[in-house]
């Protein structure tokens, strides 16, 4: 967060040359931001801000936050997700008291994220997007700004350890049923082949995301 305060400036050569200084956060004035799709998180406890002769303010608080998102799995695993991070002030209106900016273009969040994603998880970092708004709530309109992440699911072990043995299961099946073999080698062979999907299944329904209004593809077949 960076703002400005005309009150807290001074000239440098007034004081030794001392252009920036470390101060509390409870020392002045900062604006109090929410996250709107937040539903748990742990604070840092860096409550410190500097300050530099110009009346300029700088503070930075990383912390962990969970947030909340609707999840669109029809294509899994093969689906991409797209979740918002909104942050908002609600108490000081943006017609007379605060307004947020972005400092930073969308590509150059883009590419700081980039550097701090995990990039060997299952979820591949597609894409951000910035949009900055008035939000209208009790006849007073607040600043907004909402982060759009796009994530990509990484197939490769879903494709292994279900796709592949499914469509396996499958095509014995059907080599069996138009085989040569006789009536009994068939109906043990098709209860063998029962027992193996039945597995899958329950594999399948323990790996399945539930937070979805439509079921994938994939668990509907």
């Known amino acids: 967060q960076e703002w400005k305060n005309t009150f807290a400036t001074w000239d440098p050569q007034d004081f030794c040359n001392i252009s920036k200084i470390i101060l509390p956060t409870s020392t002045y004035w900062s604006p109090p931001i929410f996250i709107l799709e937040r539903v748990n998180g742990q604070n840092s406890n860096l409550d410190y801000m500097m300050v530099t002769h110009n009346g300029s303010f700088n503070s930075t608080q990383p912390f962990q936050v969970t947030l909340t998102c609707s999840l669109m799995i029809l294509k899994f695993p093969f689906d991409t997700q797209t979740c918002n991070l909104s942050i908002a002030s609600f108490l000081y209106p943006a017609v007379s008291d605060l307004v ?10 883009m590419k700081d994220s980039q550097s701090y994603f995990l990039t060997d998880g299952e979820w591949k970092f597609t894409n951000l997007s910035i949009t900055e708004y008035m939000e209208q709530l009790d006849h007073e309109q607040f600043s907004v700004v909402t982060y759009t992440i796009s994530i990509e699911r990484r197939p490769t072990l879903y494709i292994l350890n279900l796709i592949l043995p499914t469509c396996a299961l499958y095509l014995l099946d059907m080599a069996v049923l138009f085989g040569p073999s006789s009536l009994e080698e068939k109906v ?18 323990n ?15």
Request: hydrophobic share 45%; net charge positive.
């Open 207 to 221: 790996i399945l995301p539930t937070s979805s209004d439509k079921p994938p593809v994939i668990g509907t077949h």
């Open 100 to 109: 947020m900016k972005t400092r930073r273009s969308p590509a150059e969040m």
């Open 188 to 205: 043990s062979f098709q209860i063998a082949i029962i027992l193996g999907s039945s597995m899958l299944a329950v594999i399948l329904n």
